[in-house]
């Protein structure tokens, strides 16, 4: 599969990769705008508003109609921030013309629905139909304030807060809700209008179409497409890390949440690559069963019910999330940094690394096995100018050495801990008790 990329104008960029490995295509239109809390919060709303009809198709049920008659195409819309940027995305999983036998072109009707989409949406008066902004306020508010039922997930999101707790702006939770509230069909709409003003569209295909007849396709159906303001991604940069912060929080839960982010000073789009090596030592950290937090803070000691590492490439973070029981808060974090100490001591076995490199491995071959994680893969790394492989990927990661792996676990430094300590006594909640 190899990647080819496209210039349909100014501010229409199409990247392809060319295959009939698949049965679907896929395509998606990606719009990015600077992240503020305002933009993310209308961003939220917007995918939901865009999504309920169009002016062609001026209902939720006579779009998909339409999709239906594409041979039961889906679309769908959602925001996504990566480093300092928010995207509106726009994705279509269609049949593959050459499985088709009559004369439907599912793919100029797809191109035709998402233009339709993003020019012209369902609109009363000028502006989006006041009944549907207020549903999708609800939808999101609602799902704003459920969150507090997710532990996990709740201490997660507030330990992300106070990480960067300096940004004045940084998309909380409140701030979010306060942004929602204030929306309004004329403000939602004219945020559309902005995106649209200040946007390239970055496209990214994957199927059996050849790229030079898809570039044709889309220049006739986004020909007056011609952004006055275009905003530039900001390129990835690791977060600084800040002097330690430790909060708790108590609610009626019986088991503890501990959750410590740390910052490593390692991103993607770097010259140094340094991030291969990051992703090696969450590896080793807490992010597969052979890991260290796994085998040791949760099985060997038995004091955490889930014990992870994920690792963000785009800001270079280490987030650790932990079930445990309340009393041995202590014990857990103490024995989570003991594995951190472990690891630039250099107290890595030989097999504990090149699980490590292997389970990387695989999971980056089986990223050719889904169009959806292609997209995924290729599509942010285009936004920022990374021209990575899946393949450069991998040799990549087979050049980490033990002495890179060591390096970045003593420049690894935590610096915010959150804690939600459960208050209720008599054993576990059946719906809130996590395992892994």
């Known amino acids: 599969m190899t990647l080819q990329t496209s210039v349909i104008s100014d501010s229409i960029r199409l990247s392809a990769i060319k295959t009939d490995r698949f049965k679907t295509g896929i395509l998606t239109f990606t719009l990015t705008i600077p992240l503020t809390s305002k933009n993310f919060a209308y961003n939220t709303l917007l995918a939901g508003v865009m999504r309920r009809g169009t002016k062609s198709y001026p209902s939720l049920s006579a779009l998909n109609k339409r999709l239906d008659e594409l041979y039961a195409a889906s679309i769908e819309i959602r925001s996504a921030q990566n480093a300092k940027n928010l995207s509106l995305i726009i994705t279509a999983e269609f049949l593959d013309d050459r499985y088709i036998t009559d004369n439907c072109n599912v793919l ?239 107290k890595i076995s030989d097999a504990e690394f090149s699980s490590a490199v292997r389970s990387l491995e695989n999971s980056y071959k089986q990223i050719f096995d889904s169009p959806l994680d292609l997209q995924s893969f290729y599509a942010t790394r285009r936004m920022f100018g990374i021209n990575d492989t899946i393949e450069d990927t991998l040799k990549m990661l087979r050049c980490v050495t033990l002495d890179d792996v060591i390096d970045i676990a003593k420049n690894t430094t935590l610096d915010t801990v959150f804690f939600v300590e459960g208050t209720l006594q008599g054993g576990a909640n059946t719906e809130e008790e996590e395992y892994e």
């Open 108 to 346: 100029s009707g797809v191109l035709n629905v998402i233009s339709d989409l993003v020019f012209h949406p369902l609109l009363k008066n000028g502006i989006f139909l006041p009944d549907i902004v207020a549903q999708e306020k609800k939808i999101a508010l609602d799902y704003l304030n459920s969150e507090i039922n997710n532990t996990r997930l709740y201490a997660l999101k507030r330990c992300y807060e106070r990480m960067y707790r300096l940004e004045n702006d940084y998309p909380t939770t409140e701030r979010l809700k306060r942004h929602i509230e204030n929306a309004d069909e004329k403000s939602l709409y004219e945020h559309l209008l902005n995106i649209i003003d200040s946007s390239a569209i970055d496209v990214f295909y994957i199927g059996n179409e050849d790229i030079e007849e898809l570039s044709k396709r889309i220049s006739l159906v986004f020909d007056e497409y011609s952004p006055e303001n275009v905003y530039t991604p900001i390129l990835p940069k690791p977060r600084p890390t800040l002097p330690l912060l430790s909060e708790s929080e108590a609610m009626p839960v019986s088991q503890g949440k501990l959750t410590l982010g740390f910052g490593t000073g390692v991103c993607i789009g770097e010259k140094d690559n340094k991030y291969f090596a990051a992703l090696v030592f969450n590896e080793i950290f807490g992010a597969s069963p052979l890991s260290k937090l796994f085998m040791n803070v949760r099985e060997k000691l038995s004091l955490c019910y889930y014990c992870s590492s994920t690792y963000s490439i785009y800001s270079g973070d280490v987030i650790v999330s932990s079930g445990i029981e309340v009393q041995n808060r202590e014990k857990a974090e103490r024995e989570i940094l003991a594995q951190l100490d472990n690891i630039r001591e250099g």
